[in-house]
């Protein structure tokens, strides 16, 4: 048996407008998003799970406001009267919870883009409130943050997710491969994002790329099915 040529291909992650699907779980944190000129307060917190989106709400955001994005990682105290120049999102909020000098320099910042005349939007896997922030200050302004939220994929959403997670690796999978995926993986985003990584990794064993018989064998693989 000839072994299949295996050649490499970058991942190019697509975070147009355009790229991304809107369906009903996603309708209203999409909606709010484009009307970000009307946020309440000029800030917003974008929630999700893994997956979900977030990142490429925010370069969609980026593109249209011209806003700076910065994951709450890296902030530098020397870094704010700079960011907040123009509309600035911080990514992974969560990430900084409980490390008090990444906290401080979040508040100066939060405090200085809105003195400044300046939007904020935040981006997180759950509700401020669960947070676990212990700067109270910064507690408080985060709690008091209005919020858009995504949830799991229906159907719709989940099937569009699979080809744009495909696309990205430069993958054509058959029809019905996907619409198997839809029907029986585990409903999540992360999910799907570990399912197309195995299927590009078993499909180099086959000549006949990411078809039905795959879908199944890697599902069983994973022990990933949802009857």
Request: net charge negative; with cysteine; aromatic share 4%.
């Amino acid at each position: 048996m000839t072994e299949q040529l295996r050649i490499t291909l970058p991942v190019r992650q697509a975070l147009g407008r355009e790229d991304f699907y809107v369906a009903e779980a996603n309708s209203v944190a999409v909606s709010q998003i484009e009307t970000w000129r009307d946020w309440p307060g000029r800030k917003l917190v974008l929630s999700g799970p893994e997956g979900s989106g977030k990142s490429h709400l925010a370069h969609v955001w980026a593109a249209d406001s011209g806003a700076l994005i910065v994951d709450a990682t890296s902030l530098r105290e020397e870094d704010v009267p700079r960011l907040v120049l123009r509309p600035v999102c911080v990514e992974d909020v969560p990430k900084i919870a409980g490390n008090d000098q990444a906290e401080r320099v979040l508040l100066h910042l939060h405090n200085l883009a809105l003195a400044e005349g300046q939007t904020l939007l935040l981006t997180a896997d759950r509700p401020p409130s669960a947070w676990g922030l212990s700067l109270p200050d910064l507690a408080s302004r985060m709690n008091g943050t209005p919020m858009a939220s995504l949830t799991d994929p229906d159907d719709l959403l989940l099937g569009a997710v699979l080809l744009k997670l495909f696309a990205d690796r430069q993958i054509v999978p058959a029809p019905d491969a996907v619409t198997y995926l839809v029907r029986h993986m585990h409903r999540s985003f992360a999910m799907a994002r570990r399912i197309v990584d195995a299927l590009d990794e078993a499909a180099l064993a086959q000549p006949k790329g990411i078809n039905r018989p795959l879908a199944i064998k890697v599902l069983q693989q994973l022990d990933t099915f949802d009857d």
